[in-house]
């Protein structure tokens, strides 16, 4: 009653399939068919499309609802699904309407009415019947961008199928107040493929075919042994009367009446043996014909089997097909966030050479900052030791024309001493021993005058001391 066939892209883009849905001719004003359709024209007009009014034809619908969504570009990806809801039985022809837009809406529910390529109503082949052809789009769960997947919209497994007529029967019955018949033989145990519904069909028209062929040999056959029960009475006629020749012999013996009946029986005996040799042949024929007809049921019977085994085969094959696609989608899905993490190691790799760059711009700044200060430090550091020295001349030069002066203090004495003995010190703490050495041998500082000088030493700042 209700079942669904998934479609690719080269199913799909010769438009045979499209075409046969909203009734469009050939060059030679024939219908276009997909499978086997019986199309009445004189019903055609009867025909009517439910989906929304696209304002193009269902191709280009299809390839812009493509370009809006991910759908991978592989052939074997299934770009549309087609369900195919057939009036049941139980219904009255002037519920089909109500029931078809029903199923419209049941499934719009489930798929989206914007994927919807098309849902004709066909009502000039055998059964009345909805072709509701989708575009399978659902809602990546780890992206949240939209995506093609027939596997994943129709919830493709023997238990999702289950679910679907079950959903659909409750709400048809809901719908009518009683069951209409959507569960039945077909559909019992979920959605049957059509070459499967097919293959059901071929099996019951030879049954059938096989148990025309058996009535008439049966019937022979009864025939036969009625023919041998009559063989059985004219033995025991043979038993009572004799046979022909012995009816001869002895017919002088016999009254009129009794010769009459030896005769008659004699007549019926031949006849009946005529007839018995007639059905002998008949049945040989008949047995002839059960065996030949046997022999092409167990050909049919075996090359079911060997269809069987294929299907099988190929059942196999997709699933295997199935679980290699899933694996590429996976790898390809762990590329894509490699590439992900390398791109992001890239920028935040450049950001720290930014960083660095500018970081070394700094210390290059700072270290040339450093080497002027240096700079400034050395001269400061060679004035200061000039100035102590200057004024050490004032004692301690040795040219007879030079700085020396005769008449100084105890006090001038002690002081030019004192700035000598701090001069010295100052370039010991700043590391420059050359120039407290320098110092030290310009003014001819020793040890003994420099303790003294300590103890001399003012206790408050005289405005000298920096």
């Known amino acids: 009653m209700a079942n669904v066939q998934k479609y690719t892209r080269a199913d799909v883009n010769g438009g045979s399939l499209t075409r046969h849905y909203e009734r469009a001719k050939d060059e030679d004003g024939q219908y276009h068919k997909w499978g086997n359709q019986e199309i009445d024209p004189s019903r055609s007009h ?55 837009q029903q199923s419209f809406d049941f499934l719009c529910d489930k798929y ?31 992206k949240g961008h939209e995506k093609v997947s027939a596997k994943e919209a129709l919830g493709w497994s023997e238990k999702g199928l289950h679910k679907f007529h079950r959903e659909f029967d409750a709400h048809m019955t809901t719908v009518f107040g009683r069951d209409v018949g959507v569960l039945n ?17 071929a099996i019951a028209e030879a049954k059938a075919a096989l148990e025309a062929e058996i009535r008439p040999i049966e019937g022979k056959i009864a025939h036969e042994s009625r023919i041998n029960r009559l063989e059985d009475g004219i033995k025991e006629k043979k038993s009572l009367f004799g046979d022909k020749s012995t009816i001869v012999i002895t017919a002088e013996n016999m009254t009129a009446e009794e010769a009459k009946t030896v005769l008659n029986a004699a007549r019926d005996r031949d006849k009946m043996r005529l007839r018995r040799d007639s059905s002998i042949k008949e049945r040989d024929e008949a047995v ?20 069987e085994q294929r299907e099988a085969a190929v059942k196999t094959a997709q699933k295997e097909a199935q679980m290699k696609q899933s694996q590429a989608d996976t790898m390809y899905q762990q590329q894509l966030n490699l590439n992900q993490l390398h791109t992001q190691a890239m920028r935040e790799r450049d950001g720290y050479k930014t960083q660095l760059e500018a970081e070394k711009q700094k210390t290059d700044i700072i270290a040339s900052e450093n080497a002027i200060l240096r700079s400034r430090l050395n001269h400061s550091q060679q ?81 000298w001391e920096r």
């Not at 619908?61 to 370009?67: E, G, K």
């Not at 002839?288 to 269809?307: H, M, R, V």
């Not at 590391?431 to 050495?437: F, I, N, V, Y």
């Open 46 to 100: 009867l025909n009517y499309n439910l989906a929304p009014d696209r304002e193009k034809d269902q191709l280009a619908f299809i390839a812009d609802r493509l370009s809006e969504v991910k759908c991978h570009k592989r052939a074997d990806v299934n770009i549309m699904c087609s369900w195919v809801i057939t009036a049941p039985k139980g219904l009255e022809d002037n519920e089909h309407e109500r029931f078809f």
């Open 112 to 142: 989206g009415e914007k994927n919807v390529v098309s849902a004709w109503v066909h009502m000039d082949e055998t059964s009345p019947h909805l072709h509701f052809a989708f575009v399978p789009v659902v809602t990546d769960k780890k």
């Open 185 to 201: 033989e077909a559909t019992k145990d979920g959605n049957k493929e059509i070459w499967e519904l097919k293959k059901e069909t």
């Open 288 to 307: 002839s014909a059960k065996n030949i007809a046997e022999n092409d049921k167990n050909k049919a019977i075996s090359k079911l089997q060997g269809i």
């Open 383 to 463: 004035a200061m030791t000039d100035i102590v020295k200057a004024v050490g001349m004032l004692k301690y030069d040795k040219n007879i024309n030079g700085y020396k002066t005769l008449s100084l203090t105890k006090k001038q004495d002690r002081l030019i001493d004192g700035i000598a003995n701090y001069g010295s010190k100052i370039a010991r703490a700043a590391g420059r021993t050359d120039l407290a050495k320098d110092i030290d041998e310009s003014v001819s500082i020793n040890q003994g005058i420099t303790t003294e000088i300590r103890a001399l030493e003012p206790k408050q700042n005289l405005g």
